[in-house]
């Protein structure tokens, strides 16, 4: 099943760090099938509260190769020259599966 890793962005500092970052984390991706869907562009936020900088979400192919991705060491030598720079909140998350409704969350798991 699909997973995401998805930021909320409240603040980033740019800058040499930033820069480098964006530069070096395509490559860090590619070896987990991972993808952008969302790098902030237009956003709207019609209920609740959001980081005004928007978002950032990443798509892989499921879970475990989100989380690999996460802990690899080639993203771990980078991490530092975002959070050093950038304010937010980072979750990863499985996706639903191909034709999943909402009702599908009344059944128990």
Same mark, same amino acid.
């Given at each position: 099943m699909t997973a995401y890793a998805l930021a909320q962005v409240h603040s980033v500092?740019?800058?040499? #760090?930033i820069v480098e970052y964006l530069e070096r984390i395509d490559d860090t991706l590619d070896a987990?099938?991972?993808?952008?869907?969302?790098?902030?562009?237009?956003?709207?936020?019609?209920?609740?509260?959001?980081?005004?900088l928007g978002l950032i979400l990443i798509e892989f192919p499921d879970y475990?190769?989100?989380?690999?991705?996460? #802990?690899?060491?080639?993203?771990?030598?980078?991490?530092?020259?975002?959070?050093?720079?950038?304010?937010? #909140?980072?979750?990863?998350?499985?996706?639903v599966p191909a034709g999943y409704r909402g009702a599908d969350a009344l059944k128990e798991r």
């Open positions: 500092e740019r800058c040499p #760090d987990f099938g991972g993808r952008f869907v969302v790098h902030r562009g237009t956003f709207e936020n019609p209920e609740g509260s959001w980081g005004p475990e190769r989100a989380r690999a991705w996460y #802990d690899s060491p080639a993203y771990r030598e980078i991490l530092p020259l975002r959070t050093r720079h950038m304010v937010a #909140d980072v979750i990863i998350a499985e996706g």
